[in-house]
Nanobody, 129 residues
């Protein structure tokens, strides 16, 4: 079904920035709520930021609030995660995930993993000096 592809990961120094992108070639992402999740070695996968299908609602984990920004670019059919002021603890594999187009996650619990059945392959983000 829906196949998502993340890009933009890489190596960056603490305090640096990266912009991750989530794309799908055969589906229009504006019909899906999209989430960015991450998983560090030995840790559970956690929600980083999620955005409603319309883009009108966004959520952020407390650990990234004020540093990360999720946004949609419907013209490019992408969802991006701008990551600024990166910290070593941000090091993880970052995944893009999507809900079903008929389902809009509740605004108070948008980044619950179970809402997102479609996942990308992940992109590595490493923050290190």
């Amino acid at each position: 079904q829906l196949q998502l592809v993340e890009s933009g990961g890489g190596l960056v120094q603490p305090g640096g920035s990266l912009r991750l992108s989530c794309a799908a070639s055969e589906f229009t992402l504006k019909y899906y709520a999209i989430g960015w999740f991450r998983q560090a070695p030995g840790k559970e996968r956690e929600g980083v930021s999620c955005i409603s299908s319309s883009g009108g609602t966004t959520t952020y984990a407390d650990s990234v609030k004020g540093r990360f920004t999720i946004s949609r670019d419907n013209a490019k059919n992408t969802v991006s995660l701008q990551m600024n002021s990166l910290k070593p603890e941000d090091t993880a594999v970052y995944y893009c995930a999507a809900t079903s187009p008929e389902f809009e996650p509740p605004v108070q619990r948008m980044c619950v993993l179970t809402w997102y059945p479609y996942w990308g392959q992940g992109t590595q983000v490493t923050v290190s000096s």
